[in-house]
């Protein structure tokens, strides 16, 4: 296992393609977060204000990490997902899966030490990106943070996490169809679902739609309806994907 | 030679693709200390047999067999992952990853391989200049051509010394210089006693390496040529059109047929 990790942490931090996705989040979300609240304050009436103005939770730090949180669980599910596809389905568009037969280090270890780089990465830039969000905050003259703003911190944190764990059964997909372009498509169809399945009102059992919901990004109410076994969905989704994959993986023919 | 010597060997083995029969009832073996060579045609199901060997594909029957220490010799699918460190093989694609360097890229090589941290880095660096690749070492393989990220697939199958190699068009995209230093290393790799198996087109280099040259046509053996026979072209061409049922082949013409006539 321990070369397998060695060779995939060396892959994905010589690409280009995690590096680009990685900071699309962490620049692009508390971009958007600080722009998306300062419009909305600027012309209260616009349309843009508007449209945020369901998103909004209290003011100042708890208004700014909670719209965090909440723009986390689409940008990280994108990211992180079409980063997993990459992951997985290069070897197959690349034709380097071929080398991955044939050796001691069992195909099944690659896929796994795939799953834990790419949770390592998504941590690292959920990390960075509320670095950024506080560095952002704290330019703007929020002050220190109270007990609502600690809250919201600790929700974008865990919406961050368990929107990363989402995107590890994409990388199966893409495995399993071999190349990332099936897989993002598979990534696309996911964020589709998601909104229907989330406007059909069973959203929260969902496992795409739970943490965006309890994010606030169906508003307060349907965020407190948002129950710990719904939230909890991911890890099951997630530790499934990487089970597939590592069991495909052993089972596959090279094509 | 003795059964003993047999380090790969494939026994009846038969792989279809839908109606394509890829591989019919194929036996074959592979000698510690030998190049066996495997000549045939585009399709003729080299690349399928290599494959079958490695365990990347399954037979639908037949079995292939890899040698592992006292076990003897044990059906790929059922073989235990530490024996395949002996092995290293090139088959098709390159094992190139564009964002890492020619170094990076082999010292991950020999990692997969199991070669430990330590061991991988001065492997690595024995075996790029063995194959001439020291200037390119630190280049990310994305921006070589295509030679010499052939020359670096090479040097990744090749790394950790193994006791078998199998090698799919070795000197495909190969300038002349490199043709000579893959040659070299094909050598050197049987003469400290590694089997080595080796497909090509290029009847004249196959006969400068090879101790048996079997020639495979759609999907079966027809029979081997003699290295150091004469005229090989001709004794492939007989041997090929032989095995067609009306001993007719649809085949381009040889321009340089009237000047040698």
Redesign the interface.
């Known amino acids: 296992m321990r070369?397998?990790l060695?060779?995939e942490t060396?892959?994905l931090r010589?690409?280009?393609a995690p590096r680009v996705a990685g900071l699309a989040v962490v620049l692009g979300v508390p971009t958007v977060t600080t722009g998306f609240i300062a419009a909305a304050e600027a012309a209260p009436t616009s349309q843009l204000a508007l449209k945020v103005a369901p998103m909004l939770v209290g003011e100042g730090w708890e208004a700014q990490l909670a719209m965090v949180g909440q723009i986390l669980s689409v940008a990280m599910l994108l990211s992180a997902g079409v980063v997993a596809a990459w992951v997985y389905g290069r070897e197959h568009v690349?034709?380097?899966i071929?080398?991955?037969?044939?050796?001691?280090?069992?195909r099944r270890e690659v896929a796994v030490a795939k799953a834990v780089v790419l949770v390592a990465w998504g941590v690292l830039v959920l990390l960075a990106t509320l670095a950024v969000s506080l560095a952002a905050g704290a330019a703007l003259g929020h002050g220190g943070l109270d007990d609502a703003a600690t809250v919201a911190l600790g929700r974008a944190v865990l919406v961050g996490l368990l929107t990363v764990l989402l995107a590890l059964p994409v990388g199966t997909a893409a495995h399993l169809l071999r190349g990332y372009l099936p897989g993002i498509g598979v990534l696309l169809a996911v964020v589709v679902v998601t909104q229907v399945v989330t406007v059909a009102g069973a959203g929260a059992w969902f496992p795409y739609a739970a943490p965006g919901m309890w994010a606030g990004m169906g508003g307060p109410e349907l965020a407190e309806a948002v129950l710990p076994v719904q939230l909890a969905l991911p890890a099951p989704v997630a530790l499934g994907g990487v089970l597939l994959a590592a069991g495909w993986s052993e089972r596959a023919?090279?094509r | 030679m003795s059964a003993q010597d047999v380090v790969l060997e494939a026994r009846g083995v038969t792989r279809s693709f839908g109606a394509e029969v890829a591989v019919e009832d194929l036996d074959l073996t592979v000698r510690a200390g030998e190049v066996h060579a495997l000549v045939g045609l585009n399709g003729a199901g080299k690349t399928t047999l290599m494959r079958l060997l490695l365990g990347m594909l399954r037979c639908d029957s037949g079995t292939t067999c890899l040698r592992d220490g006292d076990a003897g010799l044990v059906d790929v699918r059922r073989l235990r992952p530490p024996a395949w460190a002996s092995v290293g093989h090139l088959v098709e694609t390159p094992f190139t990853y564009a964002e890492l360097t020619v170094l990076e890229t082999v010292r991950c090589a020999a990692r997969l391989h199991g070669l430990t941290a330590a061991e991988a880095g001065p492997a690595s660096q024995q075996i790029i200049g063995a194959l001439a690749l020291d200037h390119w070492s630190g280049r990310r393989t994305g921006t070589l051509s295509l030679g010499n990220r052939q020359r670096v697939g090479l040097a990744s199958a090749m790394v950790h010394r193994p006791g078998l190699l199998v090698l799919d068009e070795p000197s495909n995209a190969l300038d002349p210089a490199g043709v000579l230093v893959v040659r070299r290393e094909i050598l050197d790799a049987a003469g400290r006693g590694a089997a080595v198996l080796v497909s090509s087109h290029h009847l004249d280099e196959v006969a400068r390496i090879a101790d048996r040259i079997t020639v495979l046509h759609r999907g079966q053996v027809v029979g081997t040529l003699p290295p150091d026979g004469a005229d090989l072209e001709r004794a492939f061409f007989a041997m090929v059109y032989g095995a067609e049922a009306d001993g007719h082949l649809e085949l381009p013409g040889d321009p340089a047929g009237p000047r040698r006539t």
Do not use: F, H, Q
């Open positions: 070369a397998a060695a060779v060396l892959k010589r690409a280009t690349d034709g380097t071929g080398g991955l037969y044939a050796v001691p280090v069992r023919e090279v």
